[in-house]
């Protein structure tokens, strides 16, 4: 009993912040480093390959002659999970998630990482999931189309 609490309810609670089997809401960015275990040829390919990993370089050129407001903007599509709970706040605070990472798409991977559990995490994306970054306004803006899988997996 008492190794099951301990790894079942204490590890996950001090570790991830959250409790084992939570709700949705309740789930948390861990960052794309945390998939690399149990899915390295995935993670190898997308941190090589997928130009939408290294966009924060960019953001950070060109944060100087930016607004406050712009600058938050910019983050929402180029980091991992800006303006959610346990998302991206700034690059010294959650230096793991200053990239677009896996759980850009897939969304919080915390419950997926400590479960194991598959259905613990969004599969199967379609282009509707790349509507929040990739909408018409800033396809026209940026002239640029989303491409799943592109250079991801």
Known sequence: MRLFLTFFVIFP??????????????????????????HAKEYESFVNNSKKYHSFQAVSKRSKDLTKEELRKCYECHTTGYGKPGGFRSESETPDLKYVGCEACHGPGSEHVAAGDPKAIKRNLTVKDCDGCHSKDRVAAFNYRPLIYGGAH
Do not use: W
């Not at 609670?13 to 275990?37: H, I, M, N, Q």
């Open 13 to 38: 609670l001090v570790f991830y912040g959250y409790p084992l089997f939570g709700g949705e809401a309740d789930r948390v960015y861990v960052g794309t480093s945390a998939c690399k275990s149990c």
